[in-house]
């Protein structure tokens, strides 16, 4: 379905909804898109696939109850049964006058944000181009020592529209894509075999290097060859930015309004606090051209902006839809999600990174006397999301009085969550970003490394 067909059906089924009821709030979301895949192994197509979708999901809301329905498919006959079944519910909800909807809004603006956000050469390659594309990477990690195998490599390209409309009077309305590339490799030594993967994602295929791709996945299998047992001790430890970016992903949610307030969090109570060395700047910025989490918009149509979640190592603010705001007196800040069409939104990130520092990543490892560079980690889902105490296989490289001095495995690093923001003595200046999420070379003055 054609956006500009998706925005006649939205304003058509809230101008019905509103017509129902003057007592019952109502919003709509409607998403639409498309997506396709190829995938190669041992050097041969393995598969293609092709799928197009679309989905609707009304929430009302009356005297503080909410009633949600959800199903495939958009047209108007479809929305006007969601909407009835929505209300049904509505007598069998727990009342909570602080469940609202958002009224109106100022236009979203940025223009120039949403040029990034949508590639017209989205779909248009021959899979011949594309596999093309796809040997480009093979041919760079086989290019790397003792690189045997590739055993997957795969393009993905997706793009398509949402809505999000309410009696109200708001109305939001954006287009985007991405395109991917993935790969998983063999490295061979003897008899010893090392894994290494890579991903990258961008909003427009011009901007995917494969051949980069390529070499890192290469790189991750191969260096960890030969690899030794970690020597004991406290360490410094630095983390590369594919590593950081699990850190990342678990602060993410541990900013979350909805899990602060629900005391699933460590960082409940601590706004204005110090909970992060003063070289620890997180921002999350849904204004970053070209993101992958960028939006002019979040899913319940308020306007994004830029922001420093921690700043200088101070909380400064959690992440909020407008239910969880509400709570605590406020309004929204740009950052409710849903993750589909099937959801009801929450608070969440979307570009979240590590401010660069100003040295180099050879600076940083130069300056370094004794630690571990670490590559890979396992077990990040254990950390305890209270106290924030985690303790996590790693492997990756030693270094010794600032030189790479060979790779480890078998190690394990354990301590608290707040403490290793604490001890954070060392950022580089190549931020990376994984999807939307993103790291630069960082270090930690000293763990407990077994």
């Given at each position: 379905?054609?956006?500009?067909?998706?925005?006649?059906?939205?304003?058509?089924?809230?101008?019905?909804?509103?017509?129902?009821?003057?007592?019952?709030?109502?919003?709509?979301?409607?998403?639409?898109?498309?997506?396709?895949?190829?995938?190669?192994?041992?050097?041969?197509?393995?598969?293609?696939?092709?799928?197009?979708?679309?989905?609707?999901?009304?929430?009302?809301v009356?005297?503080?109850?909410?009633?949600?329905?959800?199903?495939?498919?958009?047209?108007?006959?479809?929305?006007?049964?969601l909407?009835?079944?929505a209300?049904?519910?509505?007598?069998?909800?727990?009342?909570?006058?602080?469940?609202?909807?958002?009224?109106?809004?100022?236009?979203?603006?940025?223009?120039?944000?949403?040029?990034?956000?949508?590639?017209?050469?989205?779909?248009?390659?021959?899979?011949?181009?594309?596999?093309?594309?796809?040997?480009?990477?093979?041919?760079?990690?086989?290019?790397?020592p003792?690189?045997?195998?590739?055993?997957?490599?795969?393009?993905?390209?997706?793009?398509?529209?949402?809505?999000?409309?309410?009696?109200?009077g708001?109305?939001?309305?954006?287009?985007?894509?991405?395109?991917?590339?993935?790969?998983?490799?063999?490295?061979?030594?003897?008899?010893?075999?090392?894994?290494?993967?890579?991903?990258?994602?961008?909003?427009?295929?011009?901007?995917?290097?494969?051949?980069?791709?390529?070499?890192?996945?290469g790189l991750?299998?191969?260096?960890?060859?030969?690899?030794?047992?970690?020597?004991?001790?406290?360490?410094?430890?630095?983390?590369?930015?594919?590593?950081?970016?699990?850190?990342?992903?678990?602060?993410?949610?541990?900013?979350?309004a909805?899990?602060?307030?629900?005391?699933?969090?460590?960082?409940?109570?601590?706004?204005?606090?110090?909970?992060?060395?003063?070289?620890?700047?997180?921002?999350?910025?849904?204004?970053?051209?070209?993101?992958?989490?960028?939006?002019?918009?979040?899913?319940?149509?308020?306007?994004?902006?830029?922001?420093?979640?921690?700043?200088?190592?101070?909380?400064?603010?959690?992440?909020?839809?407008?239910?969880?705001?509400?709570?605590?007196?406020?309004?929204?800040?740009?950052?409710?999600?849903?993750?589909?069409?099937?959801?009801?939104?929450?608070?969440?990130?979307?570009?979240?990174?590590?401010?660069?520092?100003?040295?180099?990543?050879?600076?940083?490892?130069?300056?370094?006397?004794?630690?571990?560079?670490?590559?890979e980690?396992?077990?990040?889902?254990?950390?305890?999301?209270?106290?924030?105490?985690?303790?996590?296989?790693?492997?990756?490289?030693?270094?010794?009085?600032?030189?790479?001095?060979?790779?480890?495995?078998?190690a394990?690093?354990?301590?608290?969550?707040?403490?290793?923001?604490?001890?954070?003595?060392?950022?580089?200046?190549?931020?990376?970003?994984?999807?939307?999420?993103?790291?630069?070379?960082?270090?930690?003055?000293?763990?407990?490394?077994?």
């Amino acid at each position: 379905m054609m956006s500009g067909d998706l925005e006649l059906l939205a304003r058509d089924a809230v101008a019905w909804m509103k017509a129902r009821s003057s007592e019952t709030q109502a919003e709509l979301y409607l998403s639409a898109g498309e997506e396709r895949a190829v995938t190669r192994r041992d050097g041969e197509r393995d598969g293609i696939e092709a799928a197009e979708s679309a989905g609707a999901g009304v929430r009302v809301v009356r005297d503080g109850r909410v009633g949600f329905a959800a199903a495939g498919g958009a047209d108007l006959g479809a929305i006007k049964d969601l909407y009835a079944r929505a209300v049904e519910q509505l007598p069998h909800a727990e009342p909570d006058p602080r469940r609202i909807l958002p009224g109106p809004q100022a236009p979203a603006g940025d223009d120039a944000l949403a040029s990034t956000l949508w590639d017209e050469t989205l779909f248009a390659a021959s899979w011949e181009k594309v596999e093309g594309r796809l040997k480009t990477a093979e041919a760079a990690a086989k290019a790397q020592p003792r690189v045997a195998k590739i055993l997957r490599v795969e393009y993905a390209e997706s793009r398509g529209t949402v809505i999000v409309a309410g009696t109200s009077g708001l109305f939001a309305s954006e287009r985007g894509g991405s395109a991917s590339v993935s790969l998983a490799v063999a490295a061979e030594d003897g008899a010893e075999v090392q894994l290494g993967e890579a991903y990258r994602a961008e909003r427009r295929v011009s901007a995917l290097d494969f051949a980069a791709a390529g070499r890192e996945a290469g790189l991750r299998a191969s260096s960890l060859l030969g690899a030794r047992r970690a020597k004991a001790g406290k360490r410094s430890v630095l983390f590369e930015p594919w590593v950081g970016v699990e850190f990342l992903e678990l602060l993410a949610e541990l900013l979350s309004a909805d899990e602060v307030q629900g005391g699933r969090s460590l960082l409940a109570g601590k706004l204005g606090q110090s909970v992060a060395s003063p070289l620890v700047t997180l921002r999350d910025d849904p204004r970053r051209p070209g993101g992958l989490g960028s939006s002019r918009f979040d899913d319940e149509g308020v306007p994004t902006r830029d922001k420093a979640v921690i700043s200088a190592g101070v909380l400064r603010e959690y992440f909020h839809d407008t239910f969880t705001a509400a709570r605590e007196g406020l309004v929204s800040n740009g950052c409710a999600y849903r993750g589909s069409y099937e959801s009801l939104p929450g608070p969440g990130a979307s570009n979240l990174f590590l401010a660069p520092g100003k040295m180099t990543r050879e600076a940083l490892i130069a300056d370094t006397r004794s630690g571990l560079l670490v590559a890979e980690v396992l077990g990040m889902h254990m950390v305890d999301p209270v106290s924030g105490a985690f303790s996590v296989g790693v492997s990756g490289l030693s270094i010794e009085k600032g030189r790479v001095a060979g790779p480890v495995k078998g190690a394990m690093i354990s301590g608290s969550l707040l403490d290793l923001l604490s001890r954070v003595d060392g950022v580089a200046s190549d931020l990376t970003f994984s999807g939307s999420l993103g790291a630069p070379t960082f270090r930690i003055s000293s763990l407990d490394i077994a």
